[in-house]
């Protein structure tokens, strides 16, 4: 498709002006009454720009994103509203503004134009749809990178259009529909994302389906948002909601269709996903750079298509290594994606993972991806994410797993690792927390976990869990003792403060030869135990670090380290 044959293309795709556009509340909001209500705000915006849309209300942000086309004026969509991503937005843009729903919102003194959603115009019945340049700067999308630092994507009206126009056929096959006219959208991701503005605000305006106004985030504020709008239904959110979402067991409303971004999503979600809700549920797969340029059928297919007649080929970068680039239909020009992909054919591929989370350990070849996948596979582990740490034992960097898992320990998340990943990736520590930091959008980025990982270990009180194994050939048992063999106290001791040693920051608390304060042997540890070290730094002037050692259901030893300076 050429997307420069058009000089000219309409604020709203082809669709009844006078059916639902969008819901708020549970109250429809028509095609005419969206029409009024952009003229209206329109009216009220600066000449000059570009316009920040920090709406948090969808309609309210839709309002915003029609007005500024109307004014010629391009969308900033950032990823949140911080100072430091608001004050880089200003940097030579003198005349930059915002528009804004919520009066709450600290906007770091850049000038806003206030959206009231609920404050509607009056209708124009014979109000035609405005067009817009097709090759007009619509929206800049800006993603943190590892630096944190916004980048700004831009995307002309006609990319936005077309990237809508060569998803919907696709969805509305999927859902035996002929259109997704009448569809009702609801949505858990921002609008300011690209796969939020995608998949909400965008395909009720140009695909003809209508989305609800608001983003719920709890699972019961889901369940409200579904049952407010009627049937057919979509659900469009990420894997980390969704799991959310089943796990707090409430009963949901029947669904059409759940559009998921791509993320450690496994085959078995998906399928508890569609026997849950009853809908059809579809990955959807791109960048922010690319726009979505596939999906797939995750509970029948690891296969993703190419939408439209857009193609994926592979090339070799200056440095001699692969890439992905995808091409043709909407895509302005050839995109090379951050992944790693196994190609069947020129429209249809499978993801193996991420190209900057490629990991190595002892020789081997892994992606983070990868690991993440199959630990959130795990029964009982409700989120998880794998980390590789910057130091190194016994020459090797061992790789870290966080686990959200209540029910389970240590021992148990290990053993199904080990029937699912190579030796080398088995995580010899697992560190149980509340929460993972998840973005909105459900990304778990990099910079953020590796952050989160520090604060976790940093010895702030937080307990560390740490996993041994006893040989069952240790030279040790042929003294202790003949029969009856054990493990003495002085080596359990020796592995205590070796894992100890293991957390940079508790190793740095105690200093290499550390006092013992007290310890309380209770229960023998026998050849080929499974040893469980949890490690608590304590608060206050002591800076100790006190440890138990579990084996099985028995307590096998506890005490605690004081650093020499401390010696009582």
Request: charged fraction near 20%; include cysteine; hydrophobic fraction near 45%.
């Amino acid at each position: 498709m050429n997307t420069q044959s058009a000089a000219l293309l309409p604020l709203l795709g082809a669709r009844d002006l006078d059916a639902p556009l969008a819901w708020r509340a549970g109250r429809a909001i028509s095609g005419r009454q969206y029409l009024a209500d952009v003229a209206q705000f329109a009216a009220q915006l600066p000449e000059r720009g570009p316009v920040v849309n920090l709406c948090v209300d969808r309609y309210a942000f839709a309002i915003g994103l029609g007005a500024a086309l109307l004014r010629g004026l391009p969308s900033l969509l950032p990823p949140d509203a911080r100072q430091d991503t608001l004050d880089r937005l200003r940097e030579g843009q003198p005349d930059v503004f915002a528009v804004a729903d919520d009066h709450r919102l600290d906007v770091h003194g850049i000038s806003v134009v206030w959206i009231d959603p609920a404050a509607h115009a009056t209708v124009d019945p014979a109000a035609a749809v405005p067009e817009m340049v097709s090759a007009m700067h619509a929206v800049s999308l800006l993603t943190s990178g590892s630096t944190g630092v916004p980048q700004p994507h831009a995307k002309s009206w006609h990319t936005l259009v077309y990237d809508v126009a060569a998803a919907v056929p696709r969805l509305a096959q999927l859902l035996g529909l002929p259109s997704l006219a009448g569809l009702n959208l609801v949505t858990t991701v921002p609008v300011q994302h690209s796969y939020g503005l995608e998949s909400s605000a965008l395909l009720g305006m140009l695909g003809g389906a209508a989305f609800d106004s608001s983003r719920p985030f709890f699972p019961a504020d889901v369940a409200a948002s579904l049952a407010s709008v009627p049937r057919p239904r979509a659900l469009v959110t990420t894997p980390f909601h969704l799991k959310n979402l089943l796990l707090a067991g409430i009963e949901l409303p029947p669904v059409d269709l759940i559009l998921s971004a791509t993320a450690p999503l496994s085959p078995q979600l998906a399928v508890q996903a569609e026997q849950a809700t009853g809908a059809v549920l579809i990955e959807i797969y791109g960048s922010t750079e690319s726009g979505q340029v596939a999906t797939r059928h995750t509970a029948q297919s690891d296969v993703w298509h190419a939408l439209g007649v857009i193609e994926v080929h592979v090339e070799k970068d200056e440095g001699g290594d692969e890439r992905f680039v995808f091409d043709g239909d909407f895509i302005p020009q050839p995109t090379p994606m951050a992944d790693m992909l196994e190609l069947i054919d020129a429209q249809h591929f499978r993801l193996l993972g991420r190209a900057n989370d490629l990991i190595h350990v002892a020789g081997r070849r892994s992606s983070l991806g990868h690991l993440n996948f199959h630990l959130n596979s795990v029964p009982g582990v409700l989120d998880g994410a794998f980390w590789l740490p910057d130091d190194v034992t016994d020459g090797v960097v061992r790789p870290i797993a966080f686990v959200v898992a209540p029910d389970l320990d240590a021992h148990d998340i290990i053993a199904a690792l080990r029937q699912r990943l190579e030796p080398v990736f088995v995580p010899r520590r697992v560190v149980h927390v509340a929460s993972l930091p998840h973005e909105g959008t459900g990304k778990l980025t990099a910079r953020a976990m590796r952050e989160f990982a520090l604060a976790q270990i940093a010895g702030d009180g937080t307990a560390v869990q740490v996993t041994r194994e006893v040989p069952m050939d240790h030279p040790v048992f042929a003294g202790h003792f003949p029969g009856q063999p054990l493990l003495p106290g002085a080596l359990l001791l020796s592995e205590v403060l070796e894992a100890a040693h293991s957390v940079p920051a508790l190793a740095a608390r105690l200093g290499l030869h550390p006092t013992l304060a007290v310890v309380k042997f209770s229960a023998p540890v026998r050849p080929g135990s499974a040893l469980v070290i949890e490690l608590q730094s304590e608060e206050g002037a002591a800076r100790g670090v006190r440890f138990e050692v579990r084996c099985g259901d028995k307590v096998a030893a506890n005490g605690r380290w004081l650093p020499r300076t401390n010696a009582l």
